[in-house]
């Protein structure tokens, strides 16, 4: 369980984005974590749902830094 929400603030870009992909197909909030990572932002939301299978895949892109380092990191989806 986490305990304070705060020391998650910089991935919130992340999960405002899972939030917005998984709206309509979960009940509750998606589990928080990560916290290695600050996230500047994500963007690019693919939502992939199959019924049948009752799965759902969320492809996006995000831009962010490691905590620890303060390098550059970045993920991109495909076309």
Known sequence: M???MDDFRALD???RVIEQGLAGFVDGAPRRGYPSMSLHRCYD???HNTPSTSTVVLEYSSEG?????????AT????
């Open 2 to 4: 986490i305990e304070n």
């Open 13 to 15: 870009p992340f999960f």
């Open 45 to 47: 939301l693919r939502v």
């Open 65 to 73: 830094e490691v905590v620890a380092t303060g390098h550059p990191t």
């Open 76 to 79: 991109r989806t495909s076309p």
